[in-house]
């Protein structure tokens, strides 16, 4: 029976209530931490969603952001995952940012920010 990937994005669409969410999972991306999104990452979001992904030393040397089950970002959203590369970035932390859904990733595209930021395949 093949093993299935490690930290797979949630499947389970009925549980979907469009809120933005983050899952932190210490220790689980090769020493680092995986900071996984769900929901929508917009103005109406939670009005805490400028601090929800802060970087700590105890988050590791790589910190993957995955956006897999992010559903829909908006300038809001690029804000945040901006501002998360800087601080990564400052702090010598490796950031990865799986690749998230087609419409996710076409905002990225337009904004040519698919060149700059370091996205990976999940």
Known sequence: MPT???????????????????????GSAEGGTILRLHGEMDAGADRDIDTVLDLTPDDGPIVTVDLRAVRFIDSTGIRVIMRTARTAHQQGIALRISRGTRSVQRVFEILCLDTVLPFVDA
Not at 4 to 26: C, H, I, K, Q
Request: aromatic residues 8%; hydrophobic residues 25%; negative net charge.
């Open 4 to 26: 299935p990937p490690p930290n797979p994005p949630p499947t389970d669409d009925s549980a979907y209530d469009g809120l933005f969410r983050v899952e932190r999972l210490a």
